[in-house]
């Protein structure tokens, strides 16, 4: 993901950035998931993986909570921004980044080794997603948390027809990877039932689905950036509209949320 760190919804107090519209549902729901987990365990330190985490947009405000993080990422470019970044932040004993990939993720960690994983822009881009579920999966401890983030299906769509581009937007309808034409830069979308089912099959009870980014790539930024109030009251209706069902169809991003069965 390439937003700068996530801003709760909840706590939020100063006018929410674009970039903010986009992760305060899925940091949120994060958020509630380790304090879960740290009341469950009594450990005020979670173990936590961020398989694809990048530059640290979610690593380094884990650690902020006080959580160790290890993130596993191909890119070295990627690494050493999440190093600096984690300086900057003060939290650089708590972040460690490693080189490599979720299919080859225990070449590089423990299995059973972590509280809580992150697997956030990562399954549209890999060969194998039930792989990649299964081994975020097998990372986790008895009892931990899987959040998944991934491209929706019904966001692309809705999207391109909106831009006019109709017989793209019927390409990726009917498309197995839900791309809309060779020019598609994602190479995959999914349903939330296509996620829910690779989360079960790695043997995770889901907790929790949710619509990320329902109404915000839609609205226009000028009218998000100009009018009094606006961007607050597009934040509320994010995070009233995630847990629907109904909107699940057309968000352009979709969080599953899963804990691993003892």
């Not at 060969?127 to 019904?154: C, F, I, K, T």
Request: with cysteine.
């Amino acid at each position: 993901m390439s937003d700068p760190s996530p801003v709760s919804g909840r706590e939020a107090t100063s006018r929410p950035s674009r970039a903010s519209l986009r992760t305060a549902v899925v940091w949120d729901v994060l958020q509630d998931a380790l304090d879960r987990r740290v009341e469950a365990t009594g450990k005020k330190s979670l173990d936590v993986l961020d398989t694809g985490g990048g530059a640290g947009n979610f690593a380094v405000p884990v650690a902020r909570l006080g959580h160790r993080v290890t993130v596993v990422d191909p890119s070295p470019n990627a690494l050493f921004a999440l190093e600096r970044r984690a300086a900057e932040a003060g939290v650089a004993d708590l972040v460690q980044g490693v080189q490599g990939d979720i299919h080859g993720l225990f070449d590089v960690v423990d299995r059973e080794g972590f509280d809580a994983v992150l697997c956030h822009g990562v399954l549209e881009y890999v060969d194998d997603p039930a792989e990649g579920v299964r081994n975020a999966a097998a990372a986790l401890r008895a009892g931990g948390s899987l959040s998944v983030l991934a491209a929706g299906l019904g966001g692309a769509v809705l999207a391109r027809a909106l831009a006019g581009h109709f017989t793209e937007a019927r390409h990726a309808l009917g498309d197995p990877a839900g791309r809309w034409g060779e020019g598609d830069p994602v190479p995959r979308r999914f349903t939330a039932d296509q996620l829910t089912e690779l989360a079960a099959a790695a043997g995770l009870d889901v907790g929790a689905v949710h619509g990320v980014r329902v109404f915000a790539d839609l609205v226009p930024g000028v009218l998000v950036d100009t009018e009094p109030g606006a961007a607050e009251a597009l934040l509320r209706l994010e995070a009233a509209a995630a847990e629907l069902a109904s909107f699940h169809a057309i968000a352009t991003q979709l969080h599953v949320l899963g804990e691993k069965r003892a």
